[in-house]
């Protein structure tokens, strides 16, 4: 049986507003093992965005615990939060924030850079995963250089590189057109499931759940609905619509909130 790599522990997250308190996020428990990609939809507002940071380790819970690797995340200082993410979390975001002036293969092994190792370990860790997403032509091209599928692949390389435990993923396929999105997902689950990442994916795009071994769906920052059979999953990632669908007595989303 897998290890379970990521855990929320009835995790809530408050606001003030006007004097009035708001539950972005509230009373959210979930385990994520290793080689585990997950997808987490809903409508807008309904915390999925906050739950993510709280993930990543940007926001720290109101109420509950976020554990990776077995650490609770709210028992370190500031700066013992900003090493663990930077070891064990990788990232990919809407914009790939990839650096203008630096290669592919530079923009891949900044994070390991950053994280002390030598040349030729970064370099050759660099190359091996640009190749594996088949980006081997452009391992020396600048992002301007690259289409937007090609900057995302290695975005995603990117958030691979160090070999963290978990991966999260905002909107990956925000600006990418369908055949792109496509490709680039399954080049994302294709690499959390080989090296057995932890992951979780943000997306609107019900299409990109056919990739995922489960579908979490969130509203009024509370878990609604999870599917975890692999028919359910197929029929949603089809359909892209969200209302009730009954299957063997589970219910599953159908009309589209998404839009």
Known sequence: MERTVLETQ?????????????RAVDDVSIQVKAGEFIALVG?????????????????????GSVLIDGEPLGDMSDRQRTKFRREKIGFTFQSNNLISYLTSIENVELMLR??????????????????????????????????AGQQQRVAIARSLIHNPSVVLADEPTANLDTARAHQ????????????????????????????????????????????????EIRILSESSEFDILEMGGASMPKKDVFR
């Open 43 to 63: 409508p807008s507002g309904s915390g999925k965005t906050t739950m993510l940071a709280m993930l990543a380790s940007l926001l720290v819970p109101t109420e």
């Open 184 to 231: 680039v997902v399954q080049n994302f689950s294709d690499l959390i499931h080989e090296e057995r990442h932890a992951g979780i994916m943000v997306t609107h795009d019900l299409r990109m759940c056919k990739y995922v071994d489960r579908v979490i769906q969130m509203v009024d920052g509370k878990i609604s609905h999870v599917i975890k059979s692999e028919e």
């Open 114 to 147: 950053l994280n002390g190792k030598r040349v030729r370990k970064r370099r050759g860790r660099a190359k091996e995963i640009l190749v594996r997403l088949g980006l081997d032509a452009q391992l020396n091209q600048l992002p301007s250089q690259l289409s």
């Open 10 to 22: 009835q995790v809530a997250k408050i606001y003030r507003s006007n004097e009035i308190l708001v």
